[in-house]
């Protein structure tokens, strides 16, 4: 609580998303469609992209990503550097079959616990000096070159709602607009109610994760839909059920969603339902705002 009310202080806007995403969930999705509208979005838009952050995700990623092309999606993928390193091979491959890497950090920041398997968080960027995450950054878009021969312009920030008070992301963005990027995907759905689909700060376009319909200041993820949910994947697919609805029905708007391959590769009913996004797919964040401009 006392660290909820510290947050609040720091960033009056954020806290004020929260409230709005609690008490108004109706008109914070009539919101989104506003600003996806204000954004230049004509039609609904489909970004998919998955965290590869343990050897697990590493094991199913390749048979994973071949099911999704044949099903007609492109998706991208935000790999820490050392997890990159350790299954070099099977990224190597999907890299080559022309999927984009996010650059995702070195260091890893997740843990497996052998006996339980649950995934433990350890490694945050608001818990560490600025010298230490722009190294792991820097590290980590030289993995990526070194190892899949790909010049990234997209990052990923490892856990989300970790550092986001307005100067840790402050100083993010214009790192990251020094090394030359021009695109970031490090902030929760209620950066989206605040700001739009995407937004312009120090020179890098910032994409916020897409949050539930029936819940929009919760992230639709595997991460809180299964493993913090009951296990399952019924309300994945019930969240997901919900924005194909609204898409079929023309709804204008960005659904940018990250998955972790070890939750969903063995799921072919969260795949299937995947698939059927394809329509709508808008490959990459380059792509997406060429729509915007033209649409
Ligand atoms: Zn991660």
Redesign the pocket.
């Known amino acids: 609580m006392i660290d909820k009310l510290a947050k609040a202080a720091r960033d009056p806007g954020l806290a004020w998303a929260w409230a709005y995403s609690r008490w108004r969930p109706q008109r914070a999705v009539t919101r989104s469609v506003a600003l996806a509208r204000r954004a230049g979005l004509r039609q609904p838009h489909f970004i998919l992209s998955f965290?590869?952050?343990t050897d697990a995700d590493s094991a199913v990623v390749g048979a994973m990503h071949a099911r999704l092309r044949s099903g007609g999606l492109s998706p991208l993928y935000?790999v820490?550097g050392e997890v990159l390193a350790a299954s070099a091979d099977d990224y190597r491959a999907i890299a080559q079959d022309g999927a984009v890497f996010l650059n995702?950090g070195f260091r890893r920041?997740?843990e497996i616990d052998p006996a339980s398997g649950d995934v433990a968080s350890t490694y945050f960027y608001g818990a560490v000096s600025r010298a230490d995450w722009q190294d792991d950054i820097r590290r980590g878009d030289e993995a990526i070159g070194d190892i899949l021969d790909q010049r990234p312009n997209g990052f990923?920030t490892?856990?989300f709602a970790s550092f986001e008070s307005p100067r840790d992301l402050v100083a993010l963005w214009q790192f990251l607009s020094e090394l030359g990027y021009r695109y970031s995907s490090s902030t929760r759905p209620l950066f989206g109610l605040r700001y739009g689909p995407f937004f312009t700060r120090a020179g890098i376009i910032e994409f916020p994760v897409s949050g539930c319909l029936s819940e929009p200041g919760q992230i639709l993820d595997s991460w809180g839909l299964i493993r913090g949910g009951d296990g399952t994947s019924r309300r994945l697919l019930d969240e997901l059920r919900a924005y194909l609805a609204s898409m079929e029905a023309d709804q204008p708007g960005l659904l940018n969603i990250y998955l972790d391959p070890a939750d969903v590769a063995a799921d072919e009913d969260v795949l299937a339902m995947l698939t059927r996004f394809a329509p709508y797919s808008a490959g990459d964040f380059a792509s997406l705002l060429g729509e915007a401009r033209h649409g």
Do not use: G, M, V, Y
């Open positions: 965290d590869c952050d935000a820490a995702h920041h997740a990923r490892p856990h």
